[in-house]
């Protein structure tokens, strides 16, 4: 019979060196930090109003004042005293006709107002708008 051989394998204690790995996680951290962008709040928490948007709105009648005060109606413009016969015209056609102004920021506060006040007493509901 053969003699077995006994060998005796000694283990050697491997090491995983964690520095490389450790640099780069600090690396990309410092990243993040640097490329973070952090939200500023205001203090306050306001009031925000509530829109109307149960109700579908579309005019029949546009209207638009710019800022050299012209009223323009379907692509041409109009001084104010023009504009009454054009707007019963236009009512005339649809009785229930509903109207937007759409002002610029730059357009006189009168200008708009009168414009207004017209579609008043004219009957037409009208809301108005900036740009």
């Avoid at 394998?9 to 990309?28: G, R, W």
């Avoid at 707007?87 to 920021?105: F, G, H, Q, T, V």
Wanted: negative net charge; aromatic residues 6%; glycine residues 4%.
């Amino acid at each position: 019979m053969g003699r077995r051989r006994s060998t005796i394998v000694q283990e050697e204690d491997t090491e995983l060196n964690m520095t490389p790995m450790l640099d780069v996680v600090f690396i990309l951290l410092i990243f993040f930090i640097v490329t973070s962008v952090f939200v500023k709040t205001p203090g306050i928490d306001p009031f925000k109003p509530e829109a109307e948007t149960t109700k579908a709105w579309a005019p029949s009648i546009l209207i638009a004042i710019n800022s050299a005060n012209e009223i323009w109606i379907d692509k041409s413009p109009y001084d104010l005293s023009e504009i009454r016969p054009v707007i019963l015209s236009m009512r005339d056609e649809n009785p229930k006709a509903e109207a937007i102004i759409n002002a610029d920021k730059d357009s006189e506060v009168g200008i708009v107002m009168s414009v207004q006040e017209m579609m008043q007493d004219l009957g037409i509901t009208t809301r108005v708008g900036t740009k």
